[in-house]
Structure formats: structure tokens, C-alpha cells
């Protein structure tokens, strides 16, 4: 006797087959739809399109190095931010906020400073990994600590193998770190993530040139 899986299995084949031959038969009907288990195939230039919707592509005529402020240190939280304002089309922002915020500065600092200038945004500071998938599916990017809290950069992309990261330090190209080694970094350097709650500009491939 078939298996009640297998007789299910058997009905439904049965079902699509009498379908597809009675609609064949009725004129100006439309082809009945393919068999279950057709393989869609996905070009490769569409698949490249798909993945790099999920990066933020900074235009190079916003991106900042790093700067050293009065007090001698570097400016790498406020230069990730200025990066973040002007991808979220807040270009007098960015500008303002690089004129008047230099040095080195802490979670909480830098919350008293967006709090000062009416910037609303969100952050994590337990290592939150939805978090920073967040920010990503929603195209606002992150500005994170590495380095054990010495250093913070930008997150511009983060799929299952790589994370991508703009560096003010080399702020030309995005550079890209295995995705578990990045985590691995931020975590240990304390998990702090931050992002202005802005608009960011539309995918590439909709903005007409």
C-alpha cells in the first residue's frame, strides 16, 4: 500500500495534470502555470544588483579622513557621523558637525552632543547583532567601535560572509572583514553601534542620471 505522503503526493500530480490538459484545450486561455519545483534561474548581473542594495555607497566627495582635534586626538566618532549625515542627505549637518565636534569622545558624550543639536537616532552598546542587521536592511548604516574601543568606523554593508567597513583612517575604499571576526571586534570592544535616524538616499539603480 502507497504511504499516505506518497498517495498525497500522487493526487496532486494527478490534479496539476488534468488542469494543464484542460486548459490547454479551451481556447484563449493562457498557458497553465509551471509544474511545481520549476527552478527559477537568476542572472548573475541581477544578483549583483540585489547584494549591493544592501550597502551604502558614500560618495567619495563626502568622505572625510580622520582629523586631530585641540586636544590631539583623533576625531573618528565625529568623522563616522559626518559620513552617516551626508549618506542620509543631511549635508548641512555633516558640515556643521565637523566644524564643531573634533577629538576623541564616549557613548555618552556623543548621545549629550546629538541630544543638544534635536538629532534623533537609535544605538545599541551590548553588541546588539539585530541591531546592526537593521540598520542595514534599512540603509542608514552604523557607526561602530574597534580596535578595543580605540578606533570607530562606519558599516556599509554586512552579509553572510563579510562585513564592509568605510575607515576614516583610509577613507577611499570600503575594505572588507570576514563577517565572524568582525563581530568578534566589536563585541570585545565594548558593542556600541550608532546611527542617525535620517532618510538615506535611494538604491542606484532607481536614481536617474
Same mark, same amino acid.
Given at each position: 500500500?502507497l504511504? $499516505?505522503?506518497?498517495?498525497?503526493?500522487?493526487?496532486? +500530480?494527478?490534479?496539476?495534470?488534468?488542469?494543464?490538459?484542460?486548459?490547454? $484545450?479551451?481556447?484563449?486561455?493562457?498557458?497553465?502555470?509551471?509544474?511545481?519545483?520549476?527552478?527559477?534561474?537568476?542572472?548573475?548581473?541581477?544578483?549583483?544588483?540585489?547584494?549591493?542594495?544592501?550597502? &551604502?555607497d558614500?560618495?567619495?566627495s563626502?568622505?572625510?579622513?580622520?582629523?586631530?582635534?585641540?586636544?590631539?586626538?583623533g576625531?573618528?566618532v565625529?568623522?563616522?557621523?559626518?559620513? &552617516?549625515?551626508?549618506?542620509?542627505?543631511?549635508?548641512?549637518?555633516?558640515e556643521?558637525?565637523? +566644524?564643531?565636534?573634533?577629538?576623541?569622545e564616549?557613548?555618552e558624550?556623543?548621545?549629550?552632543?546629538?541630544?543638544? $543639536?534635536?538629532?534623533?537616532?537609535a544605538?545599541t552598546?551590548?553588541?546588539?547583532e539585530?541591531?546592526l542587521?537593521?540598520t542595514?536592511? +534599512?540603509?542608514?548604516?552604523?557607526?561602530?567601535?574597534?580596535?578595543?574601543?580605540a578606533?570607530?568606523?562606519?558599516?556599509?554593508?554586512?552579509?553572510?560572509?563579510?562585513?564592509?567597513?568605510?575607515?576614516?583612517?583610509? @577613507?577611499?575604499?570600503?575594505?572588507?572583514?570576514?563577517?565572524?571576526?568582525?563581530?568578534?571586534d566589536?563585541k570585545?570592544?565594548?558593542?556600541?553601534?550608532v546611527t @542617525?535616524?535620517? +532618510?538615506?538616499?535611494? @538604491?542606484?539603480?532607481?536614481?536617474?542620471?
Amino acid at each position: 500500500m502507497l504511504s $499516505a505522503l506518497l498517495l498525497n503526493r500522487v493526487r496532486q +500530480t494527478v490534479v496539476l495534470a488534468v488542469l494543464a490538459t484542460a486548459t490547454a $484545450a479551451l481556447p484563449g486561455l493562457a498557458p497553465a502555470a509551471p509544474a511545481v519545483g520549476t527552478v527559477i534561474h537568476i542572472s548573475a548581473g541581477v544578483r549583483r544588483i540585489i547584494h549591493r542594495l544592501r550597502q &551604502l555607497d558614500i560618495p567619495l566627495s563626502y568622505r572625510r579622513s580622520n582629523w586631530i582635534g585641540r586636544r590631539g586626538q583623533g576625531s573618528c566618532v565625529h568623522a563616522s557621523m559626518r559620513h &552617516l549625515f551626508h549618506w542620509q542627505g543631511r549635508h548641512d549637518l555633516a558640515e556643521w558637525w565637523a +566644524t564643531n565636534h573634533s577629538d576623541g569622545e564616549t557613548a555618552e558624550g556623543l548621545a549629550a552632543k546629538l541630544d543638544r $543639536a534635536q538629532v534623533r537616532y537609535a544605538e545599541t552598546r551590548n553588541g546588539d547583532e539585530a541591531f546592526l542587521e537593521w540598520t542595514i536592511r +534599512t540603509r542608514r548604516g552604523a557607526a561602530v567601535v574597534v580596535q578595543n574601543g580605540a578606533h570607530m568606523v562606519n558599516l556599509v554593508g554586512l552579509d553572510r560572509q563579510y562585513a564592509h567597513i568605510l575607515d576614516s583612517n583610509a @577613507p577611499q575604499r570600503v575594505q572588507q572583514r570576514p563577517r565572524g571576526e568582525f563581530l568578534n571586534d566589536w563585541k570585545r570592544s565594548g558593542g556600541w553601534a550608532v546611527t @542617525p535616524l535620517g +532618510t538615506p538616499a535611494p @538604491p542606484d539603480p532607481w536614481i536617474v542620471k
